[in-house]
């Protein structure tokens, strides 16, 4: 196998105390067994020999080489799971996104989906579930006569179970998706008032385009079981619940699921229902997807000045590099069971997304949410998912199209009419090699490995802040952590020159910023976008509730936002 230079042996420093944390704390392997990694460039080398492991041995070198430059200076950043595991004897999942089979409305059948979200969990895998499936509480259970306990008590059986586990992964986590027009509906949203309840899950409500349409033309929303009106309430009030809930407690989060399901490629295939745990990957039943992330803050050439610009070449050929090494994980990943496996080998999902967005943005000199950081923001994901859809074209031609690809309802897409010519024309030749291939995750782990990097195309939330560092003595000390803008300008310019203008944060914006930042972004992507729209402390209820609204009338799939108050408090001080 292809081995590496020492990238930490000639005293390699992090350039933040943070990064080396991280790296100790979640990606370097240890074992009693055997040394692990000792050296942060021996955790590279572990990640991309276990990901050439079925390359052909006349070409795995090569490959293991073109992998390594990649992220040994975080330009590629593989996502947690293939950091922490590949190359290890773990037996852990390389995936981070799972969404659960379809709950059966029976007892064997919710406590089987139960027993593979535990196994599932248990391999370092976050999850979704849509609870949709499952009768309301009251119904009556044929055969015994007596009321059903509903969803919620469901997913509080979930929730016990992700806490009791130990995975050695981080913690677990959840998402809990519900229909809009499911009877339990009204208690779903407010399942999380009691703040000791159902800690271990996100929620998220399916909101579809008619009862939007419901909602604009004030009228009544039928509620629905087993193709029965169960009753019927007005539809504004019960957006106004669902807005009203998060403005307190920042949740439910919102879905539009039409949206998802009309955007999503595979469409001929599946029905999506359910989102793993921080939303950014919608998923069939059984659904899984690897993830990875282009650092754009490495990529700007000449940054702070006049001529500062995005290498767009290295931006193509490292979403190339991207597509095989998320394929390859797709065949060296282990899975909870044989569904998930068969599911992942079918359709060939991946997920290539970016991070650092803003810290680009940034060093180009335009203010996160201006009409130049749209464009900017836009012409780059165009520009990778073009360079996506072209490498598993020529990925499909080595090594033949997903199983499950039909070339004439594929190429029908709107996402596939929508890219460039060259790219449809070798679509059409050599099908793909992946059913959907872009994705825009959060990456805050994996950003602060890279040196505090903005998160996914989030703002940057601080210049700079305090946080407790762990030193490999065992040491705890405050240490002063920049955002990696902030500390690339202090290393060319000098610690005391004042930040220029482009250098806001998420104190500075308006949440209508963030929400045409994800717009533009979402044109060009195939799956979600994990994004929080950040509102002021006293936002008005009514602008609050446009925001959603102005998140679906521009092309959002989603909307997720977050407003400090005693509830929710802040995440993080300054």
Known sequence: M?????LASDGYVFPQPIAEQIWRAKYQYKTEAAPGDRLLAETFRRVVNGLCVHEPIETRERHAEAFYHAIQDFRLLPAGRILAGAGTARDV???????????????????????????????????????????????????????????????????????????????????????????????????????????????????????????????????????????????????DKIMRQTYDAAEPGVLFIDRINQGNPLNYLETIAATNSCAEQPLPPN??????????????????TPEARLDLVALRQLVGTAVRMLDNTLDVSKFANDAQRQEAQNKRRIGIGVTGVADAIIMLGAVYGSAKAVFLLGSWMQAIQNAAYLASANLAAERGAFPLYDAERHLKQPSIQALDPDVRAAVAKHGLRNGTLTTIAPTGTISMFAGNTSSGIEPVFATEYTRTITRPNGNKEDEKVMDYAVWLYRQIYGEDAALTDAFVTVADLDPRDHVRMQAAAQRWVDSGISKTVNCPEDIPFDSFKN???????????????????????SVLSV
């Open 2 to 6: 292809f081995r590496m230079h020492e």
């Open 93 to 239: 999942t390389l995936s981070n996104t799972f969404v659960m089979r379809t709950i059966p409305d029976s007892v064997d059948g919710l406590m089987d989906t139960i027993k593979d979200a535990a196994k599932t969990m248990q391999m370092g895998g976050g999850l979704g579930f849509d609870f949709s499936t499952l009768r309301p509480r009251g119904w009556v259970v044929k055969g015994l006569d007596c009321p059903a306990a509903g969803p919620l008590a469901a997913m509080d059986i979930c929730d016990a179970v992700c806490r009791m586990l130990v995975t050695g992964m981080g913690r677990g986590a959840m998402m809990a998706t519900m229909r809009c027009d499911h009877p339990d509906i009204e208690d779903f949203i407010t399942a999380k008032s009691d703040r000791t309840r159902l800690r271990n899950f996100n929620v998220s409500v399916m909101i579809t385009d008619a009862f939007i349409e419901a909602v604009s033309l004030n009228e009544e929303w039928d509620l629905m079981w087993d193709g029965k009106i169960v009753r019927t309430v007005n539809a504004i009030d019960l957006w």
């Open 287 to 304: 659904g899984t997807c690897p993830l990875a992330s282009i650092n754009l803050a490495q990529l700007v050439m000449s940054p702070f």
């Open 547 to 569: 925001v959603y609204l102005e998140a679906y009338a521009s092309g959002c799939k989603g909307c997720t936002t977050y407003r400090p108050n005693a509830v929710t408090g």
